[in-house]
């Protein structure tokens, strides 16, 4: 099985000088790419970012809508830390007695780890 890169630079549309909605400067970016993601098809990931106000919003949203599904995963071994997470700006993550991760209007999208979950 080939390993999958992550996606560099290059492989992101950008389009820089937009009017940002907090700050009103023309300092926002916007970067978007789209990947196919075993168990949920083509997904499409962007950001934006100010460099006035630091603002940044980052979600992951699928082509196929899936509605609300829940998982459970246990970790057995440091090798489950690697284990593939995909976690949109509306989803919640219940990490048993560590916390939570809450969804809301500032909530992020992102794919990261089990080991990255932990660390934010």
């Given at each position: ?7 560099t ?39 934006m ?5 630091k603002y ?45 991760i ?10 990261s ?6 660390k934010?």
């Open positions: 099985m080939a390993e999958e890169k992550a996606p630079s290059e492989d992101y549309d950008e389009i820089t000088g937009e009017t940002c909605p907090f700050c009103g400067e023309k300092t926002l970016s916007l970067m978007e790419t789209s990947r196919e993601v075993p168990f949920f098809g083509v997904c499409h990931i962007f950001s970012d100010c460099t006035s106000c940044h919003k980052s979600d992951v949203e699928s082509d196929e809508n899936h509605g609300p599904i829940q998982y459970t995963f246990t970790v057995e071994s440091e090798d489950d830390l690697k284990v593939r997470v995909i976690k949109s700006s509306h989803a919640n993550v219940k990490l048993g007695m560590i916390g939570s809450e969804s809301g209007e500032t909530a992020s999208g992102y794919i780890n089990i080991e990255g979950l932990l934010r």
